[in-house]
């Protein structure tokens, strides 16, 4: 799932992207609270403000100016622009987040790292280095929010579902990744509730 904020004054304008993103984006949801990435409608100070409150999204910038891109986090697409530029623009945007050096997640206190599959203790600055199949859980967990998943989900979207996979390997997994990373913060990162799991964000 993408979780996107869309932000545009033009009502009708942010209700046809809406519609075509989901139409054409695969995993595409609407998110304003915690977004995976965010469009901005040209305004130059509300991608500045949201900058400040996610600085580790990409923000792309839907203006006429002539406004050079300053980074892969601050991507620029130029009025007027086709459905297919702005979609390859999102999928970029998202495969580089999770597939740079610079792109990480943040939830309750934890920084993850994706790509040099690390996790830091923010308070402490304790890092843990996790294999790709923890990773790999953590961003599932993480792109599923504010909702929970099942053992299944888990199965079918990080396990792609082969046969060799049970549901007491996913909680094997899941009591190991625990042990490993909350062991050394003291703080809870993966909930469970009724079977499922979700990533804690209190």
């Not at 002539?66 to 007027?80: G, Q, S, V």
């Not at 495969?95 to 990480?104: H, R």
């Amino acid at each position: 799932m993408v979780k996107v904020c869309i932000i545009s004054e033009n009502q009708d304008f942010k209700a046809d992207l809406v519609m075509q993103l989901t139409k054409y984006v695969e995993g595409f949801a609407e998110n304003n609270t915690m977004p995976d990435m965010a469009i901005v409608d040209e305004n130059r100070k509300q991608a500045e403000q949201l900058r400040r409150d996610y600085p580790s999204i990409p923000i792309i910038l839907l203006t006429r100016d002539n406004a050079e891109t300053t980074d892969y986090l601050n991507p620029i697409l130029r009025k007027p622009f086709s459905l297919i530029a702005l979609m390859d623009m999102v999928a970029a945007a998202n495969n580089k987040l999770d597939n740079s050096d610079e792109g990480f997640l943040l939830f309750n206190g934890y920084r993850l790292q994706p790509t040099s599959r690390l996790i830091i203790d923010l308070p402490s600055g304790a890092e843990t280095k996790l294999t790709e199949k923890e990773v790999s859980i953590i961003k599932y967990l993480y792109k599923a929010l504010p909702e929970s998943v099942s053992k299944n989900d888990l199965q079918t979207n990080v396990w792609q579902y082969h046969e060799a996979v049970t549901t007491h390997t996913v909680e094997t997994h899941i009591y190991r990744l625990r042990q490993k990373v909350e062991k050394s913060s003291g703080r809870q990162m993966i909930r469970t509730d009724n079977g499922r799991y979700k990533l804690n964000t209190d």
